[in-house]
DNA sequence: GCGCATTTTGAGAATGATTCCCATTTAGGT
DNA sequence: ACCTAAATGGGAATCATTCTCAAAATGCGC
């Protein structure tokens, strides 16, 4: 985990009146390693022992910070990786077999595309845009027979 | 609701070796009237009292055979809408605030030079794309202050 | 039209991911 | 070290969703 991702870290979770516990940061080294978007139970399994209750409150309380965001894929689990800010800009491949989910980028020039529209649509519409949100769905490599 | 529409539903449910019952038919063209992805407590609210049994089954049924499909926005409430080839091909307006679900659609310029990355994903991660999937979060009309 | 076999329906129970509770432990500031 | 406030963790509670099963509806052959 790099030095700066854990100042900055410790730097969200003050103001919004949260400690950076050991558990916490341990959570957030966790995520940065994966590189993927893990569940509750990935993450319990990476860290040897967390209590459930614990996973559950301290990844609600980094995402209310703004540290974690929440990702739904398609099975009835949650997952969590890093805010966007703090990794890079990135989408997801949903596997519609096993509900894995992994990370890709795309190129700057369709990202500014998809930008442009999206300032469109207020205009349109009357909704305030604040992040766009691509998943490419299909079968992953593991799941393709 | 289109007669195709019927027809098309009726169709594929024949498929699924399911039958067209009058609820299901009532859920299609709720479906097809509201243009946006509906909860289950909506899609009740708008039948006039089908009981919430028969209308997780019976979207459960529609979904299996192709007819209808399950929308994963932010809240903890699934939405569902028509099959993208019953209606038009289209992307959503998520609200973060109020979890409400609006249909977009974007210029066709933009929509192929999705659909051209998404065919170099599989050379590059071994991932199979079927479809794809893009969301714009934000604030709704609604819910601006 | 009539009964039979099969499917669908609906009310409530069961499931399971997630959230809440609270007594105990831990940590920060003085 | 002390004291206060926050964090922890085990388990209970919540709640959307799924399952169960007896009753009702449907389609089909006669």
Chains 1, 2 share one sequence.
Request: with cysteine.
């Amino acid at each position: 985990m790099t030095t700066e991702l854990d100042a900055t870290a410790a730097a969200r979770l003050r103001d919004a009146d949260q400690r950076y516990t050991t558990s916490r940061r341990q959570i957030v080294g966790i995520l940065a390693e994966a590189g993927r978007p893990l569940t509750i139970a990935e993450v319990q399994a990476a860290s040897g022992g967390l209590p459930q209750s614990s996973a559950y409150r301290n990844l609600a309380v980094l995402e209310q910070a703004g540290v974690v965001r929440r990702v739904l894929a398609t099975d009835e689990f949650a997952r969590f990786e890093l805010a966007e800010d703090l990794t890079e800009h990135h989408h997801h491949l949903v596997c519609t077999r096993c509900g894995s989910v992994l990370d890709f980028t795309m190129s700057s020039a369709l990202e500014e595309a998809l930008e442009r529209t999206a300032r469109t649509v207020r205009a349109r519409t009357g909704f305030t845009v604040q992040a766009h949100r691509l998943d490419l769905t299909g079968v992953c490599a593991d799941c393709a027979d």
